[in-house]
């Protein structure tokens, strides 16, 4: 089975940086896709980007493309999220995904984190 524990939330201001990360454990695939989404209070839990183990390729959803960054560490098992230029709309609880194939719906995942909250006050 995979555990994937994300870190790197909390309560900060509009404007400020944040690295979030996920360290994977247990039997993982290499072909494995590792993603973030975000709930809002409220809302529906949306994609956020999502990269390739293999390959390395990214993908991002149009809300966050030019703030936000994702980027693995093969030898760590770890993939994170740089977030800059946080926005109060950031607000969200993070999540870290895996699944066998590539895409941005969160029904291709079948391994979830915990989340990890990231509060942007205005």
């Known amino acids: 089975q995979v555990q994937l524990v994300e870190s790197g939330g909390g309560l900060v201001q509009a404007g400020d940086s944040l690295r979030l990360s996920c360290a994977a454990s247990?039997?993982?695939?290499?072909?494995?896709?590792m993603a973030w989404f975000r709930q809002a209070p409220g809302k529906d839990r949306d994609f956020v980007a999502a990269?390739?183990?293999?390959?390395?390729?990214?993908y991002y959803a149009a809300s966050v493309a030019g703030r936000f960054t994702i980027f693995r560490d093969n030898a760590e098992n770890t993939v994170h999220l740089q977030i800059n230029s946080l926005k109060p709309e950031d607000t969200a609880v993070y999540y870290c995904?895996?699944?066998?194939?590539?895409?941005?719906?969160?029904?291709?995942?079948?391994?979830w984190g915990q989340g990890t909250q990231v509060t942007v006050s205005s």
């Open positions: 990269i390739s183990w293999s390959s390395g390729s990214t």
């Open positions: 247990g039997r993982t695939f290499s072909s494995y896709v």
């Open positions: 995904a895996a699944g066998p194939t590539y895409g941005a719906v969160r029904y291709l995942y079948n391994y």
